[in-house]
C-alpha cells in the first residue's frame, strides 16, 4: 500500500519554463514534507520542506504547495535549468505523537530539462 | 561542515557471508536513520536511533538484519546470510534532534550479493 504516490515516472521542460512535479498521499496523519533531489550514484539532497500547518513554501527557484483536502502536494521549479535534471523524491512524515520521524518515499519522478 | 560519510561506497559479497556497513552523522545530530532503495524505488525506511537506542526498527526486514549505535555517533548496520535480495542501495540520514526535521543523507552503500 503506497501511501505516498508520484503518478509521473518522468517529466521532460524546457530551459526557462516551469517543471511541476506532484506527489499524492493518503494518510492524514502526515504533518511534514518534503523534497529532494538525488543525482545517480549519490544520496538524496534535501531541497524544500512544508509543515502540514502551512499552504506554501518558497526558497529561491523552488517552491512547494501543500493542499491537505486534497492531500497533495506540488514542487515548482521556475525557471528550470538543465542543472535541475535529477530524480525528485517527495516524502512525509508521519506524527504519531513524536515517536517515529521515518520517512515515507514516493517512487520518484526522472526530470529532464532540455538546453 | 562534514555531511553524513558512509562506508564502504560499494561492497560486493557471496550469498551467505556476513556484511558490515558504516554511517557516520553529522556532527551533533542526536537521530540517525537507515534506510534501504531498490531499483526504482524510492528509500525505505529500516530503524531510527535516539542517541544509543533504537527508537523504532520496524523497518527491518528480518531478524538477518541488525543496528548499532553504541556510542550516539556512529552506526554500524550488520547483514547476517546475506540473500540475493538483500542486494540495493542502503541509506544512511541524520537530522539534529529526531521530530519533524530535515534529514541529511549520506551518498550510500551500494551492496551488490552475488
Known amino acids: 500500500d503506497q501511501q505516498v504516490k508520484q503518478n509521473s515516472p518522468s517529466l521532460s521542460v524546457q530551459e526557462g519554463r516551469i517543471s511541476i512535479l506532484n506527489c499524492d498521499y493518503t494518510n492524514s496523519m502526515f504533518d511534514y514534507f518534503l523534497w529532494y533531489k538525488k543525482y545517480p550514484a549519490e544520496g538524496p539532497t534535501f531541497l524544500i520542506s512544508?509543515?502540514?500547518?502551512?499552504d506554501k513554501n518558497e526558497d529561491g527557484r523552488f517552491t512547494v504547495f501543500l493542499n491537505k483536502s486534497a492531500k497533495h502536494l506540488s514542487l515548482h521549479i521556475v525557471p528550470s535549468q538543465p542543472g535541475d535534471s535529477a530524480v525528485y523524491f517527495c516524502?512525509?512524515?508521519?506524527?504519531?505523537?513524536?515517536?517515529?520521524?521515518?520517512?515515507?518515499f514516493g517512487t520518484g519522478t526522472l526530470l529532464a530539462v532540455q538546453p | 561542515g562534514a555531511g553524513v560519510s558512509q562506508t564502504p561506497s560499494n561492497k560486493v559479497t557471496e550469498k551467505g557471508k556476513y556484511v558490515e556497513l558504516r554511517c557516520d552523522p553529522i556532527?551533533?545530530?542526536?537521530?540517525l536513520y537507515w534506510y534501504r532503495q531498490s531499483l526504482g524505488q524510492g528509500p525505505e525506511f529500516l530503524i531510527y536511533?535516539?542517541?544509543?537506542?533504537?527508537?523504532?526498527d520496524s523497518g527491518l526486514p528480518n531478524d538477518r538484519f541488525f543496528a548499532v549505535r553504541p556510542e550516539g555517533s556512529v552506526s554500524t548496520l550488520k547483514i547476517q546470510r546475506t540473500e540475493r535480495g538483500d542486494s540495493a542501495m542502503y541509506l544512511c540520514a541524520s537530522s539534529l534532534n529526531g521530530g519533524s526535521e530535515t534529514q541529511y543523507f549520506g551518498p550510500g552503500t551500494r551492496l551488490l550479493v552475488l
Open positions: 516524502a512525509a512524515s508521519p506524527n504519531y505523537g513524536g515517536a517515529t520521524n521515518k520517512l515515507i
Open positions: 512544508i509543515s502540514s500547518i502551512k
Open positions: 556532527s551533533g545530530h542526536t537521530a
Open positions: 536511533f535516539q542517541g544509543t537506542g533504537a527508537a523504532d
